[in-house]
């Protein structure tokens, strides 16, 4: 099922996509949806949101959500793909390798996952 991008943002609300740094730490929020508990909080929403969700690289857009399954059988989070179905990633603007923040929405930009791993494979 898609949702657009406005309606993700909108169910994750303003004070989960307005953080800087990752919450793991922190007692993060859940809200449920289709059935399963999904994190508020995490980077990635947080880069889409405050950075845009076009690929620096590309220029091609997300466009819409689709709610994924991860490592936890009870939870899902939402994956931002474009028309095509590229996903989008966040990508480290200075490599952490490079002294860069792992954690940090300033160092994130939103980046297809092609471009990203182009870049990744460019960086040895
Ligand atoms: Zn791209």
Known sequence: MRYSVADVFN???EEALNINEEGYRRNRKS???????V?????????????????????????????????????RHFNL???DGTLMTKDH???????GKYNSVENLQAMCVRCNRAKGANMC
């Open 11 to 13: 169910m994750l609300g």
């Open 31 to 37: 809200i449920e949806v289709e059935g399963f508990q």
């Open 39 to 75: 994190y508020t909080e995490s980077l990635r929403y947080a880069t889409f949101y405050q950075k845009g969700c076009a690929c620096v690289a590309c220029g091609k857009v997300g466009t819409y959500f689709e709610l994924d399954p991860g490592d936890n059988p009870g939870r």
């Open 81 to 83: 793909y474009a028309e």
């Open 93 to 99: 603007i200075v490599p952490t390798s490079r002294g």
